[in-house]
């Protein structure tokens, strides 16, 4: 059993603790009237940066299941203040507790502190989750293709667009990016890291983003290159190949200096 199996499976049991669904539409945008602060508009702050020449989909990370502990002085909303302030377009708030250490009290937290849009980063397998994700303050949701089934893909992403949120659907190869088109996905995220092996090649968003702008015929589409992103270089590899946006965890934890690694992403 892969990583990532492992992961699904343990969602499974966390999705079988939320209260009973199914849900509708009409409930996602009830939520969100609830938390009376609206949604931010995500894609707009990837494809608007507020600094440098790419946007930046910048991490509150403090873990993974390949490297361990990343962060160990870790403060949430401090790391949140700092993304902010060295001019990251969005946040991407990790919530999955067993493996990546992240939580929603991070994100419930974060949201009241800064005023960029916010990702929920976590595994997405019932719509239930997309309830919550709403509750503790997300504007954006994670749809990872490899875990999902064409039906709920497109269900899911469905839900997402009738309720104003954003839905970043990661793919990893071929098959994936071509149903992640049937779904309607405008907003297209490229893992350069394979979620079974954990290995990484920034090549994976160069080939994908040639098949992804090749069936696009005039579809505005947003292309993110995510992980394995540490220099500079990697991201002008990334914009030639036609990324609008990154995502970055890993490099931007293990900095140190948060607003100097920024800048050196971002090219300011």
Known sequence: MSILDTIVAQKRLEVGLLPPGPVAAFQLREAIQRRGSGVRDFTAALTRPRSGDIGLIAEVKKAS????????NFDAIRIAKEYEAAGASCLSVLTDERF??????????????????????????????????IEWGADAILLIVAILSDEQLSHFHSLADACGLTALVEVHDGDELERALRCGARLVGVNNRDLKTFKVDLGTTENLAKQLFAASEGTPRVLVGESGIHSRADVVRLREAGCSAILVGESLMKSGRISTKVAELIGI
């Open 65 to 72: 299941p390949s490297l361990g502990v990343i962060c160990p």
């Open 100 to 133: 990546f250490q992240g939580s929603l009290e991070y994100l419930k937290a974060i949201r009241g502190a800064v005023e960029l849009p916010l990702l929920r980063k976590d595994f997405i397998i019932d719509e239930r989750q997309i309830l919550e994700a």
